[in-house]
């Protein structure tokens, strides 16, 4: 984050594209961590950082009135919170999307600006998919996961076997099939 800052104020000279990249930056690793294999964080990262980016180009074009930031703010949050509800990842998505889109619409800014907030941004972004793949570490995985769930499906079998026979449903094969499962568990 306190590179992307001096890239943007000392490099470049713009104020607004080092606001957008260490704001982004922020937002974007600190806010949120995904699950999964590296594919899979990788690919949910770069799809923030998609959503992120149309968000800067909505806040921004929301930001140059003074009634409307607070109207697309209700709608944004509204759809960004409820479509948490589809999955983990866009809920896990929810918190830094709307850091950023508030950024864009708290800072007033004609269209112009946009390129210079999405440079500042998209820099975050790419920044962010760079720690991601090389510094972040795996999830830790659970050791007893795998043993737990196959115990568990083993208990269901036996259960099912059990209430077939006092059912009285049982041929001779489900009490073959019952006494394997007993000598299993």
Known sequence: MPSLFALGTEVL??????????????????????????PERLAA???????GAALVCLGTLAS??????????????FGVLFSGVVSSVIAAS????????????????????????????????????????LLWPAPVREPLRHAMARS????????????????????GDNRVALEKLLVIC
């Not at 937002?27 to 590296?38: I, N, R, T, Y």
């Open 94 to 133: 929810a918190t830094p999307l709307l850091a950023v889109f508030t950024l864009a619409v708290m800072v007033p800014g004609p269209a112009a600006s946009l390129f210079d907030r999405l440079a500042g941004y998209s820099m975050a972004g790419a920044a962010s998919l760079i720690a991601i793949a």
């Open 152 to 171: 568990c499906a083993l208990l269901a079998d036996r259960l099912r076997a059990e209430v077939e026979c006092a059912r009285g449903d049982s041929t």
């Open 45 to 51: 990262q770069a799809w923030l950082v998609v959503a």
């Open 13 to 38: 000279g713009n104020s607004l594209v080092a606001m957008f990249a260490a704001f982004g930056s922020i937002a974007l690793l600190l806010f949120v961590d995904f699950g999964g294999s590296l």
């Open 64 to 77: 140059d009135s003074v009634w409307l930031p607070a109207l697309a703010m209700a709608v944004v949050a």
